[in-house]
T-cell receptor
Framework: AQKITQTQPGMFVQEKEAVTLDCTYDTSDQSYGLFWYKQPSSGEMIFLIYQGSYDEQNATEGRYSLNFQKARKSANLVISASQLGDSAMYFCAMRTGGFKTIFGAGTRLFVKA | EAGVAQSPRYKIIEKRQSVAFWCNPISGHATLYWYQQILGQGPKLLIQFQNNGVVDDSQLPKDRFSAERLKGVDSTLKIQPAKLEDSAVYLC??????????????????????FGEGSWLTVV
């Protein structure tokens, strides 16, 4: 069975510091993709970053990077230099070769001034 | 490029009434998803279409929920009769066919799932 696990219901980080949001996944598929989305209080789902299962390098997009450890089945999101606007819910998601896409329960990030 | 369009944005109905939500995906996107997101939880996949065929509807409560994508473009999600526990945001999303082996970020963006703004349902 496919599963996404986010074990941190809430996280606090000081402004300008880095923070890591954890995500582990389970799938028997060899081909899959991993995503992170941000959901502010307005409710929209904003795509942040993508990592393919065959990608050898960790994905990076501006202040976001994905720490992909395939053997451990983890895909942690690292946000560098946190900003107040980063306060939001963050969801990890997985899309498999069978096209099904599932989401984790999310982590709420609070950035302190 | 226009994004995923959803309507209505907000709906309040009484239990046992019916409601329908409409979604128009990004032009050219073959895959369309309907997710249910209850407050404080992650999105739960209700149904996934590839063109006009159903890929997965294992979590769709078929006794009350139905969805169609007749021409492989826009889609409608219906709830009849509604229950109090159906109060949630119904998110529609779309994407291109999945490719795992991509060479650069531009190709990777083709795997991205784009969401609409959601349809907020309150059942009273």
């Amino acid at each position: 069975a496919q599963k996404i696990t986010q074990t941190q219901p809430g996280m606090f980080v000081q402004e300008k510091e880095a923070v890591t949001l954890d995500c582990t996944y389970d799938t028997s598929d060899q081909s899959y993709g991993l995503f992170w989305y941000k959901q502010p209080s307005s409710g929209e789902m904003i795509f942040l970053i993508y990592q393919g299962s065959y990608d050898e390098q960790n994905a990076t997009e501006g202040r976001y990077s994905l720490n992909f450890q395939k053997a451990r089945k983890s895909a942690n999101l690292v946000i560098s230099a946190s900003q107040l606007g980063d306060s939001a819910m963050y969801f990890c998601a997985m899309r498999t070769g069978g096209f099904k896409t599932i989401f984790g329960a999310g982590t709420r990030l609070f950035v302190k001034a | 490029e226009a994004g995923v369009a959803q309507s209505p944005r907000y709906k309040i109905i009484e239990k046992r009434q019916s409601v329908a939500f409409w979604c128009n995906p990004i032009s050219g996107h073959a895959t369309l998803y309907w997710y249910q997101q209850i407050l404080g939880q992650g999105p739960k996949l209700l149904i996934q279409f590839q063109n006009n065929g159903v890929v997965d509807d294992s979590q769709l409560p078929k006794d009350r929920f139905s969805a169609e994508r007749l021409k492989g473009v826009d889609s409608t999600l219906k709830i009849q009769p509604a229950k109090l526990e159906d109060s949630a945001v119904y998110l529609c999303a779309s994407s291109s066919p999945f490719r795992t082996a991509v060479r650069d970020s531009q190709e990777a963006s083709g795997n991205t799932i784009y969401f609409g703004e959601g349809s907020w349902l309150t059942v009273v």
